[in-house]
């Protein structure tokens, strides 16, 4: 049975209550609710790679509570309510949306990107920011991953970009270069992890002229390599082992085996 949103907010308004609420919701502050937060958004996006829908309801109605949670301990500090919330973020969309709800065209998908990029300025400046930079505004608080790709995107819009992958292909393959020269010539701790970083900026250069997202694809390859691992130990279950018995050999040939049979 469906149920109004106003449901929800009355039953934080109750977990929260001094007297009579729960009292690990009490104690909650914006920054200890914070990490559940971002762990709710990846657990929805999580939902979505496994395809699994009602999953992603219940995942989806989770990062909504934090919505909720949040907005409640403004409103009890007299700064905003859910409804600001709700109605700040109506007039984002219709504002950054000039093609869908005013007579704004374009001519292309990059003149879009680049007329919101001006959009979020303009947005900044009237808040009283004096960044002037193309890159301002990207938040320190994202994934260095997903920070990398919109740094890289917000340099595209002002052309500064590769045209196609291939040069980019030909980047990495200098960097990677340059990460092997620092471990063969003993590099201190400080110079390898300068190298690495740029390395990885790189394959995420990559991905986005891919149009991959890397969270994504990263999440893929952990997901394929813990399915495969664990195909590994359940070989050496089988075989009445461990796999911490088996020489680095021989567990290089339990992957095989495992890679084979998903072939």
Same mark, same amino acid.
């Given at each position: 049975?469906? =149920?109004?949103?106003?449901d929800l907010l009355a039953i934080m308004a109750r977990l929260r209550?001094?007297?009579?609420?729960?009292?690990?919701?009490?104690?909650?502050?914006?920054?200890?609710?914070?990490?559940?937060?971002?762990?709710?958004?990846?657990?929805?996006?999580?939902?979505?790679?496994? =395809?699994?829908?009602?999953?992603?309801?219940?995942?989806?109605?989770?990062?909504?509570?934090?919505?909720?949670?949040?907005?409640?301990?403004?409103?009890?500090?007299?700064?905003?309510?859910?409804?600001?919330?709700?109605?700040?973020?109506?007039?984002?969309?219709?504002?950054?949306?000039?093609?869908?709800?005013?007579?704004?065209?374009?001519?292309?998908?990059?003149? =879009?990107?680049?007329? %919101?990029?001006?959009?979020?300025?303009?947005?900044?400046?009237?808040?009283?920011?004096?960044?002037?930079?193309?890159?301002?505004?990207?938040?320190?608080?994202?994934?260095? %991953?997903?920070?990398?790709?919109?740094?890289?995107?917000?340099?595209?819009?002002?052309?500064?970009? %590769?045209?196609?992958?291939?040069?980019?292909?030909?980047?990495?393959?200098?960097?990677?270069?340059?990460?092997?020269?620092?471990?063969?010539?003993?590099?201190?701790?400080?110079?390898?992890?300068?190298?690495?970083?740029?390395?990885?900026?790189?394959?995420?250069?990559?991905?986005?002229?891919?149009?991959?997202?890397?969270?994504?694809?990263?999440?893929?390859?952990?997901?394929?390599?813990?399915?495969?691992?664990?195909?590994?130990?359940?070989?050496?279950?089988?075989?009445?082992?461990?796999?911490?018995?088996?020489?680095?050999?021989?567990?290089?040939?339990?992957?095989?085996?495992?890679?084979?049979?998903?072939?």
């Amino acid at each position: 049975m469906a =149920r109004p949103v106003d449901d929800l907010l009355a039953i934080m308004a109750r977990l929260r209550d001094p007297d009579n609420g729960c009292p690990w919701d009490v104690k909650q502050t914006f920054a200890t609710i914070a990490p559940y937060t971002i762990e709710e958004a990846y657990e929805v996006a999580d939902a979505i790679d496994r =395809r699994d829908m009602h999953d992603l309801r219940d995942e989806l109605g989770d990062l909504l509570l934090q919505v909720v949670f949040h907005s409640r301990m403004a409103e009890e500090a007299g700064e905003f309510t859910f409804s600001d919330v709700v109605a700040a973020i109506c007039d984002k969309m219709e504002r950054r949306h000039p093609h869908v709800f005013g007579d704004v065209t374009h001519e292309s998908d990059s003149a =879009r990107s680049r007329d %919101w990029d001006r959009l979020k300025a303009e947005e900044r400046k009237a808040k009283g920011g004096d960044d002037p930079s193309a890159l301002a505004g990207i938040s320190r608080g994202l994934p260095e %991953w997903q920070r990398a790709v919109k740094l890289q995107k917000r340099a595209a819009n002002t052309g500064f970009d %590769w045209p196609d992958y291939r040069p980019v292909l030909d980047k990495l393959t200098e960097e990677l270069d340059e990460v092997r020269h620092e471990f063969e010539t003993g590099a201190d701790d400080e110079r390898l992890a300068d190298e690495i970083g740029d390395l990885l900026f790189v394959a995420a250069n990559l991905a986005r002229h891919a149009k991959v997202d890397v969270s994504r694809a990263l999440r893929g390859a952990n997901q394929k390599f813990e399915r495969r691992f664990r195909g590994m130990e359940a070989i050496a279950e089988s075989e009445g082992k461990t796999l911490s018995s088996y020489t680095l050999e021989e567990q290089e040939s339990l992957w095989r085996r495992v890679k084979q049979t998903e072939l």
